[in-house]
C-alpha cells in the first residue's frame, strides 16, 4: 500500500490550499482514511478523516474551515484547507486504515503517506 500526499505549500492567512493523498490500488478496501498534522515540537494530531460509509469527523479547531472528501474513481481523497491561520503551519499526512478480524481479535493496519508541509505566514 502506498499514499502519495501532494498540494502544501506557502499561503497568506485567510488563503486557501487544496491537499491531496492518493492511494495505490483502489480506494474501497480501507475503513477510513484520514489527515493528521505535526507542528514543530507538537505532537501529531488528527484533522479529519473519512470513513469508507462517508462518515467524516473533523478537529474541533478546524471545523467549519476544512473539508475532508474522497474521489473513488481517482482513488484519492482530498482535503480542502479554507480561511488558514498561522496555526495550521503543520506538516500534513495522510494515513489510511485497514480492519482486519482474526477470530475475536481486531487489528488496525496502519498506512502512512509521507508527509507535505503547509506554511501559512501571517
Known amino acids: 500500500v502506498q499514499l502519495q500526499a501532494s498540494g502544501g505549500g506557502l499561503v497568506q492567512a485567510g488563503g486557501s490550499l487544496r491537499l491531496s493523498c492518493a492511494t495505490s490500488g483502489s480506494i474501497f478496501r480501507f475503513d477510513v482514511i484520514g489527515w493528521y498534522r505535526q507542528a514543530p515540537g507538537s505532537q501529531r494530531e488528527l484533522v479529519a478523516g473519512?470513513?469508507?460509509?462517508?462518515?467524516?469527523d473533523y478537529a474541533d479547531s478546524v471545523k467549519g474551515r476544512f473539508t475532508i472528501s474522497r474521489d473513488n474513481a481517482k482513488n484519492t481523497v482530498y482535503l480542502q484547507m479554507n480561511s488558514l491561520k498561522p496555526e495550521d503551519t503543520a506538516v500534513y499526512y495522510c494515513?489510511?486504515?485497514?480492519?482486519?478480524?482474526?477470530?475475536?481479535?481486531?487489528?488496525?493496519?496502519?498506512?502512512w503517506g509521507q508527509g507535505t508541509l503547509v506554511t501559512v505566514s501571517s
Open positions: 473519512i470513513r469508507s460509509t462517508g462518515r467524516t
Open positions: 494515513k489510511a486504515v485497514v480492519v482486519t478480524h482474526k477470530g475475536w481479535t481486531r487489528y488496525e493496519n496502519n498506512y
